[in-house]
């Protein structure tokens, strides 16, 4: 029946490693003897550094866990690719930080709420606590841990234990305005999307608005990408723009930049969660 | 040698037909099996009406004319596709209609001049001597065929005939003021492209900007398209707009269109000579 | 002190009329002269129908009230001109009808919470109950009134009733799925704003998103105006677009459509709650 | 009549200076006092530095040479502005510098030729031979004046002899790839407006396309600006960007930014032709 296979597990596979001919004939060649259905499939070749990326999307005609495992052994065993495979039915679990800006956090709930994210939010945390009540209103659980320079250390120890009491797959900085350790990045268990507030190179550091202000530029932008332990210097996943004039006070800037915030914040957002996703060499790769 | 490999010949090919699994795992295994390297593959799926798109471009092993000829057995024969091939050396000769306005006429000369093009401009057709001078001066055959109510069906035979003598792979109408006729499209020989000056199908007819000017939009755009025997109603290619205001006047609205025009109308040309575009029930896949 | 003087209350004036020559030096005049300070002006000419507009905005030396009656005397007494003037310490009372769809429900809201949109919402009225709870929960007066076609007069005489008792200088279609009646237009005592999804005069109607998606455009766009007894007819506020391709389904073009109807509809309220718009003749100037 | 009174000449005057009270009511009374017709007017405060921006165009009653000069006493005595005053019926000569790249340079000819930028152009200069053939067919004076580290004062004096020999109101370096010493730029009598291929800040100094590859950016831009001693630091006129992905090469950036240096330079040059920029602190007032 249709309804039934409508529903029908698909397997998404992330793939990328060295460049070598046949790779899109041999995966292509084993789903479809395996009976597998291919709906959607996206390769690229970095040339320059002789890299292949691939993304496959299929539903398998046996066991969807049997069909992963064996799928591993080609893709990583055989054609010694690295892999990041997902199923549509899992729904990852995305733990939210954010201080007192509430635009980009607003956005990510609704667009849960409304099926736009597919993901489950397990936790809020923030160093203030402003935005306490809209979250408990919205049923979300909601930490507040403060943080200052003495604290800093010990802070970032409370909020690993309880981003691993609530799990998370995804840590999304939502308008996050603390600074990142290190050795949280490395010890916190899941990719950090951080939102910055220019059209990065331009503008790194603090008060990007108030330097393109400054600097008298006609476009302003925001920026997602990765959290690295090189502030703003992380893979870029998206980008985007919009055009300003000398009428525009600073304010008018941060207004019209928040806009840009919450739709650069989401794309990337959403695209990781669909497995869209591959970092490397400081670049991203993004098959929409 | 590098050198030698780099100019390596490649087939480029667009195939499309009926849906059904295991064609990119024959198309790539096959091509694989003969030594052929893949540089791009992209293909797209029409669920709704069933249909399988595909562009793959690749370097074969061994003598470009026998390959294309086996891999029409595989997917046409075999595989029931409908096939558009061409090669890396391959120029299309391309003419050019025009009538008086020349700013996508000297867009898509310069555009040649620069490589950013590749084709051939074989001839200049239009119903005024106005572009005759600059014309000649870079080196182009002009013709001018003046087209009135009384003499089209002479001046169509006319453009035809121009159209055979000086070879036509692809027509471009860069503002030719005049509509084509059922039997001209039919007979001409060629696919033929048209940018007309609205976001269709906003203002299909005469003087879009005029009626863009009336109704009060805050947003103008161009479009090219196929031309087909339906007035702006063919499968729509490329389309780009532009943001205007209650201080911008008709001349504005004309002279801000004529970017989008030029822009628009080169990508669908581009497009086109890369053997990029299919078109299908009215519409275009896009393999950009 | 400063902190008094930058709570000054300022006059924001919107004026159109027969143009002549010599208005704006007898407004800025006028105002120069009574000791005011004017902040911002802006003037169009419609050199097409001899029309004027002007939006001033000033602060008085004196009494607020004394200073608008007086400068009505001048404007529409001495020069003719039609006047809508408005004060920064008023709070315009807004109504929102909307059904299920909540993207723009929710929209709307969060910039009033954020401090966006400078308005108090009175009352939400959908046909639906399905957005009680959420309205509720964040403190808004929700009515549901069900709508069917034997009791849509009687309907929207309720819908009328609950504005009347709560208060409304504009009302806001947030996706309101309902039209509008003539009647309901020209009774409900404010103007009404509503969001198309499409880029109109483009796929007015019913399913814009369809119609789009089957005549193949590669951009698709929303659209802001004020409601009018003509559907899909009235005087554009706001427009803006996105890029699709042939591989967007119909529900991707209603998902990224979701982004363009948010900001679009919330740049049109804004740009009204500012007294920044003057429709006139099917059109609108607004002085952004 | 009509006819003639179209053709009647109009003033431009640009102003800026120390703001205060009164003074736009002090130059429209001026002007309707004494006759004039005020076809546009437009005004900005810069609030932080106290500064006033007027663009005003009007149509004189009497002479327009008198008018000039009375003018000035109002606007430079009185007030104590700045003033550049230009005609409607001034054609500013222009004098182009470039090297090989030609995009930019046919880019500027032909708008000229089409009327869409009111010029005269009265000279190319170039370090290369390349464009002399195209130039001249084209009916312009071509000079080349190679550079090379040891010759460049000389040549910088012999590019000046020419400038002046032919007359430059502006000066267009359409993809010139020499360093103007901050000498030339002081001495060489014109403004000049210069195009960077990147959204400055943003990747300042050489192979920008390379850098933003690199950085692996997901967007791309190019910056017209006036040319000033500091490199690539000078005051921004317009900007504009494109989006690119991974699948974008260097070489496509190339051709995607292609686009942007010509329309953007093309505003700036049009915008400076129509006297409607004015630079400050690095900044600039664009009155569009």
């Known amino acids: 029946m249709a309804e039934t296979s409508a529903k029908k597990e698909r397997i998404i596979a992330l793939m ?9 004939a041999r995966i292509s060649g084993w789903i479809y003897a395996r009976g597998g259905n291919i709906h959607h499939a996206d390769q690229h070749h970095d040339n320059e550094n002789g890299i292949f990326f691939q993304r496959v999307e299929w539903e398998p005609a046996g066991n969807v866990e049997d069909e992963i495992e064996l799928f591993k ?16 039915s899992k729904k990852p679990k995305v ?15 609704m667009r849960c709420r409304m099926g736009e994210l597919n993901c489950e939010i397990t936790c809020v945390i923030s160093n203030h606590e402003k935005l306490r009540q809209m ?16 604290n800093k250390e010990e802070a970032e120890a409370e909020q690993m234990r309880i981003l691993k009491e609530n799990g998370a797959d995804l840590i999304v900085m939502a308008r996050y305005m603390q600074i990142l350790s290190p050795n949280f990045l490395k010890n916190c ?11 990065l190179p331009a503008f790194a550091g603090a008060k990007p608005y108030h330097q393109a202000y400054h600097r008298g530029v006609k476009i302003i932008g925001a920026t997602a990408h990765y959290a690295t332990a090189d502030l703003d210097e992380g893979p870029i996943i998206a980008q985007d723009v919009t055009t300003i004039s000398h009428r525009n006070t600073v304010e008018d800037l941060i207004r019209k ?9 989401a ?17 991203t790769v993004v098959f929409d």
């Open 16 to 24: 990328h490693g060295a460049d070598k001919p046949g790779i899109v």
């Open 73 to 88: 052994h080609i893709a990583e065993g055989e054609l010694g690719m690295e892999t990041v495979i997902s199923t549509s």
């Open 95 to 109: 733990a939210i930080m954010v201080s007192k800006f509430e635009h980009c956090f607003f956005d990510i709930i």
């Open 135 to 150: 979250s408990e209103m919205l049923g979300l659980k909601f930490y507040c841990v403060p943080v200052t320079k003495e």
């Open 189 to 199: 268990g899941a990719p950090v999307i951080n939102i910055h507030h220019s059209f």
């Open 257 to 265: 930049g928040r806009e840009l915030e919450r739709t650069v914040l």
């Open 267 to 283: 794309n990337a957002v959403r695209w990781h969660l669909q497995n869209r996703i591959l970092a490397y060499k400081n670049k």
